[in-house]
């Protein structure tokens, strides 16, 4: 969620005059959400845990850990895409 919400605050601070194509925001929003989903998923599966573990009946999900690993592979692939591709135009920025 961190990424998502430093993303979108450069895309702010960037100069006007800086010619993008605007999706820095829905990428900022994607890592939002994907980490969103992590946090709801992550206290559901521990309190689905918890309950296994105490019937003595646990046995781990490897479809979640293969799942969230493949989004955040892709989340990354994404990042590293958008900050190459993204203009290197900064003047004109105000920092207050």
């Known amino acids: 969620m961190g990424f998502g919400v430093v993303i979108v605050r450069l895309r702010a601070i960037q100069s006007p005059l800086a010619s993008t194509s605007g999706s820095g925001w829905k990428l900022g ?14 206290t559901w599966h521990y309190f689905t845990s918890r309950y296994d573990i ?9 479809r979640w850990v293969i799942a969230f690993s493949s989004a955040v592979t892709i989340l990354g692939a994404g990042v590293i ?3 190459f591709t993204v203009p290197l135009n900064y003047t004109g920025m105000v920092f207050e």
């Open 54 to 62: 105490d019937l003595d009946t646990y046995e781990p999900a490897d």
């Open 81 to 83: 895409y958008f900050f």
């Open 29 to 42: 929003l994607i890592f939002s959400l994907v980490g969103l989903a992590t946090v709801i998923l992550s």
